[in-house]
């Protein structure tokens, strides 16, 4: 009863805005073209969506203006006009709405409909960025950065890195990390580094991922880092104990240590960290701080690889194949494999796992 009475009311409504529309009211016209883009009331329908945006564009609605020059960008072939989605996108743009400033400083960018051109790409999304239009924000950052459109000016790109960062932009949280571990257009401040990098890894960056490791040839960095690392690792904190880990295995700023290394990955495996539980899997499997036990190694993997983890799915694959630490079964390692190779792992590990009775052939 419900979804009749709201049919009823839609339809009342796209027949009082149609009967406002036809003489002329721009607002009824952008309205109805909405309705008929997003299908509310009437059949979805694009083409027709057009008609009506059109008619309240002419008439100078920036909104209708701004989905206009989205759908021209965006619509099949029979719609898709670049020139005519930049055409519309600088009319709404020109009258200050943001979403066409930016996508119209994306044109810019890529050279879509216009040639390229990253000053006017800089301007656009200067324009949208004051507005507080993140991905544009992140843009002008881009531009400052690479000195594209605008002259190389690191302050000026870790402001607005820092301004679309505080809005959980990953991808700007990990280059603000990169500039605090650098010491561009900011002091060199490895504190931040890592609490940006922190946030972004934890968003899944693969990035931002890597430079947590903090893999440098600069002794003090590893010094600090490592300190850094206690301090949180101590309060629990299961990034920090996965850095930690990594830094006693590798003996970066701190003496190579496997069994502090092997204590701190099962710090951070035990609250279901699923990188630290492939590290302890790789610990038990390798000997490393611990005596070898395949066993373990796989209980390990299982933990990570039934959490998506796809490097620990394929060492579980191998071990199933070979039957270390757990009964051989090549169904089982045919599904691990498969799930890893479906996220793009390839081979794995350097191990040469001896296949128990069953077949001669070998993984590769």
């Known amino acids: 009863m419900k979804k009749i009475l709201i049919t ?6 796209c027949s009082n805005l149609v009967f406002a529309a036809e003489p002329g009211d721009p607002k009824a016209q952008y309205n109805l073209g909405s309705m008929c883009e997003n299908g509310k009331g009437v059949p979805r329908d694009r083409n027709q969506a057009m008609v009506w945006y059109i008619k309240a564009a002419e008439q100078g609605d920036n909104w209708a203006q701004a989905n206009l020059g989205y759908l021209y960008a965006n619509g099949k072939s029979d719609l898709k006009d670049y020139k005519q989605s930049v055409y519309w996108f600088t009319k709404s743009a020109k009258q200050g709405n943001v979403w066409a400033q930016a996508n119209l400083g994306n044109m810019f960018k890529n050279g879509e409909g216009v040639t390229q051109n990253f000053k006017q790409a800089a ?12 991905s544009s924000q992140y843009n002008l950052g881009m531009a400052y950065y690479k000195g594209q459109g605008v002259a190389r000016n690191y302050k000026q790109a870790a402001h607005w890195f820092t301004k679309v960062a505080k809005k959980k932009d990953v991808d700007a949280q990990t280059q603000l990390g990169h500039m605090f571990r650098k010491g561009e257009g900011v002091s060199q401040d490895f504190k931040q580094a890592v609490y940006w990098y922190k946030k972004a890894a934890k968003q899944k960056n693969i990035y931002a991922q890597d430079n947590f490791e903090w893999v440098y040839d600069d002794g003090y960095a590893y010094r600090y880092a490592s300190n850094l690392y206690a301090t949180a690792a101590e309060q629990g904190d299961e990034w920090a104990q996965v850095g930690l880990g990594h830094m006693y295995k590798n003996g970066e700023g701190v003496p190579r240590d496997y069994k502090k290394a092997v204590y701190w990955f099962t710090r951070a495996a035990e609250q279901k960290d ?5 590290y302890l899997g790789n610990m038990f499997r390798e000997g490393k701080g611990v005596p070898q036990d395949y066993r373990k190694a796989a209980r390990w993997y ?8 796809a490097k620990s799915q394929a060492e579980l694959g191998y071990m199933y194949y070979a039957g270390n630490g757990v009964t051989q079964n090549h169904k089982v390692a045919y599904r691990w494999l498969g799930l890893a190779a479906a996220k793009g792992d390839g081979p794995i590990s350097t191990a040469i796992y001896p296949v128990a009775d069953g077949p001669s052939s070998t993984l590769k």
Do not use: N, P, R, S
Not at 8 to 13: E, K, N
Not at 123 to 134: D, I, S, T
Not at 274 to 278: E, P
């Open 302 to 309: 299982t933990k990570a690889a039934e959490q998506g983890h």
């Open 8 to 13: 009823i009311l839609l339809t009342l409504c």
């Open 123 to 134: 301007y656009w999304h200067m324009k949208a960025a004051k507005q507080g239009h993140a």
């Open 274 to 278: 699923v990188d630290a539980q492939f």
